[in-house]
């Protein structure tokens, strides 16, 4: 049993009630506890759930390494799709009983199989339009947004949507009198903290993305400083990188 608290880093505390461990280190005991009968597979069932965003963090890494060490098959169930991407060789997601996607995590990021699997994995916002021959046209007039769907090559003047991530959005100060191809809207909030600003957009053209719409644009903190943009300022956003759905 010595040896297995020494494997969890927890071998000082060997003469501890349970009452006396912190929740972090019951988590580890109790994966202790599992390895004892030298199982062939681990099965992990919101291990971290209870605890804080910092121990969290600190047991995800620990698990990693000790993993690594092991050479344990390891199914983990979370909730937490940052969790899932940091510990994971391979990642599984379900939706109603049904699995949606499954591939390593990078491959997930980067190729979401469906608009849940793109919805499911972080912020992100949903544009609405019409798709018509490897094309996405987003809002109207002068300031109408075309997105390349090259996959959609074969689609005639459909109902189509569009997932971009904050972090994919172009951020610029509008110029009254200039011709803007972009959505533009009013930064209602700016939160900087640490190396990020998270961005809060109400969209001028309310009517083109519903009631209540608010569109999230990530910059640096350094970016944010340098444009010196103001709350209640009208800026110009422009997509990147966007994943094309049609409906139907």
């Known amino acids: 049993m010595h040896e297995l608290l020494g494997l969890v880093q927890l071998d000082w505390l060997a003469d501890r009630y349970p009452s006396q461990l912190s929740g972090g280190q019951r988590q580890r005991i109790a994966l202790a506890r599992a390895l004892a009968v030298e199982p062939k597979v681990l099965l992990l069932d919101e291990p971290f759930g209870a605890l804080d965003a910092k121990v969290r963090k600190e047991l995800r890494r620990w698990l990693r390494r000790l993993h690594d060490e092991l050479h344990v098959t390891s199914n983990f169930v979370t909730h937490d799709q940052e969790e899932a991407l940091e510990v994971a060789d391979r990642v599984l ?16 990021w980067d190729h979401p199989a469906s608009p849940f699997v793109y919805g499911f994995l972080g912020d992100v916002n949903l544009f609405h339009g019409r798709a018509h021959e490897g094309e996405m046209l987003i809002g109207a007039d002068q ?43 009013k930064l209602t909030r700016a939160i900087v903290v640490g190396p990020v600003a998270r961005l809060e957009l109400e969209p001028v053209e ?7 719409a608010v569109i999230e644009a990530q910059l640096s903190a350094s970016q944010y400083r340098q444009q010196d943009f103001k709350e209640g300022e009208t800026l110009v956003l422009t997509p990147r990188k966007a994943r094309v759905f049609v409906e139907g």
């Open 93 to 108: 997601l379900m939706n109603k009983g049904n699995i949606e996607k499954i591939g390593s995590p990078q491959d997930v």
């Open 143 to 185: 300031h109408a947004i075309r997105l390349e769907s090259p996959e959609h090559g074969q689609v005639q003047d459909a109902k189509a949507f569009a997932y971009v991530r904050p972090q994919d959005l172009d951020v610029t100060r509008y110029t009254s009198g200039t011709a803007h191809t972009g959505i533009v809207a």
């Open 206 to 212: 309310a009517g083109l993305f519903g009631k209540d």
